[in-house]
Structures are given as C-alpha cells and as structure tokens.
C-alpha cells in the first residue's frame, strides 16, 4: 500500500508504505491512523481506487471529500458491456471528467443516463451511484483537475514496485519486502522533491485561503493524499 500527497509547497511526496494480508477497511483504518500520527492534518482530498473498506477509512478518519478513480470506474464500466458497446458508453463518459466546469459536468452525467437507462441499466445505475464521488475533482482550481481525477500519477512507481517483486518472487517476511519497495519509493520520492512542482504555488493559492479561514495558518497542511 503507497499513499503520496502534494503539500502545500506544491511538491509531492511519498508519505506511507505498508503491506497487508488484504485490503480490508480495518487495515486501511490503521494504516491511515499512522499517517495522521505521524503529522498528517489538513487533507483536503483524497484520490484512490473504489474500494469500499478504503472509502470507508478515509471517511472516518480524514473527514475529508473523496475523489473516485475515473480511469478506474471506466475501465470497470467498460467490463459490464458487450465489445461493440464499448465505444459508445466511452464517448459518453469521457466528456464528463474534462468538462469546462463542474455544472457541464452534471449536465453531462444527465445526458448519459438518458442515453443508458434503456439499453444499459446496469451501466446507468453505477453512473448515478459514483456521480458524487466522479466529479469531486472539480470543486478545486481548474490547472488541478488532471492531477486529481485519478490515480494515474502513481501507476508508474506501482509497476516499477511490481516489476523488482517479480524477480524476488518470495519474501521471507513483510519486512523483506517493505524494505524492496521502500528503494523505490526512496528513489521515486526524491525524483519529485528536486524536480518540478506538480502544482505551481499560484495555483494552490485558493485552496490555502481557504483553509486558512478555518484552520490556524500555522499548522502543517497536506492538501491532496492518495
């Protein structure tokens, strides 16, 4: 499990790395729980996969909005539809997540449920349930939404991870493997703190007013985790 956040600085970091026997909402609840332990306040959202015991955990222990995965949720959707339907349900979809603004968003999503009730219900049916939690992302600065609506900024590190375990195959225990993954991350984590900013510091100037006002300026702030 690797959770990396953008902090106010506007560079990003890896924040936390754990191994579990599965992702259950109690794993997830402890390993958020080290998290905030170790200093983390101040989220403002969170970007993962649709897993429940995650949703769950981040609910209970952030309190913070939640933003699901939109590659992940059109990949899913596309598995409940025949081949040649495919292209039809990705046309509509896609629209969606680059809309021009939050309200054309939603317009989109009414559209697309016209269009799919029929003939798609099932497809219909997870659109309107994940509405919310698609279009989360919008609620923050335009040059953000490409870096929010998805988990895509850690694919690359995830099958770099995927990539050494393989050859190791076996682990003798959890630290063996922890300590594998850790290199990675080590050496992701200072490729981002030396590079460029993921999100430039006038960007992130609305969000931290906004935080400001209802919360002591002085506190540490992550703003995005994932």
């Known amino acids: 499990m690797l959770a990396y956040a953008v902090h106010e600085s506007g560079y990003r970091e890896v924040i936390g790395l754990d191994v579990g026997e599965c992702e259950t909402e109690a794993f997830w609840k402890g390993f958020l729980r080290s998290l905030v332990k170790r200093g983390l306040q101040g989220v403002q959202l969170v970007v993962s996969d649709a897993h429940a015991g995650l949703k769950a955990a981040i609910a209970q222990t952030l309190e913070c909005p939640w933003q699901r995965c939109t590659v992940h949720f059109l990949r899913e959707t596309l598995g409940h539809v025949r081949k040649d339907q495919q292209g039809m349900v990705a046309a509509l979809l896609r629209p969606i997540f680059n809309a021009d603004d939050q309200e054309t968003a939603r317009q989109l999503v009414g559209d697309a449920l016209e269009r799919l009730r029929k003939p798609l219900p099932k497809v219909a049916g997870l659109l309107a349930d994940a509405e919310e939690d698609l279009l989360a992302f919008y609620s923050f600065p335009p040059m953000h939404w490409p870096k929010l609506r998805s988990t895509n900024p850690?694919?690359?590190?995830?099958?770099?991870?995927?990539?050494?375990?393989d050859v190791v195959g076996i682990f003798p225990n959890d630290k063996a493997l922890i300590r594998l993954a850790a290199s990675v991350v080590i050496e992701q984590n200072d490729e981002w703190l030396v590079g460029h900013r993921y999100l430039s510091s006038h960007s992130l100037e609305a969000v931290l007013n906004d935080y400001k006002k209802d919360n002591n300026p002085e506190e540490a702030r992550e703003l995005t985790a994932a």
């Not at 995830?158 to 990539?163: F, P």
């Open 154 to 165: 850690l694919e690359r590190v995830n099958r770099e991870i995927g990539r050494r375990t």
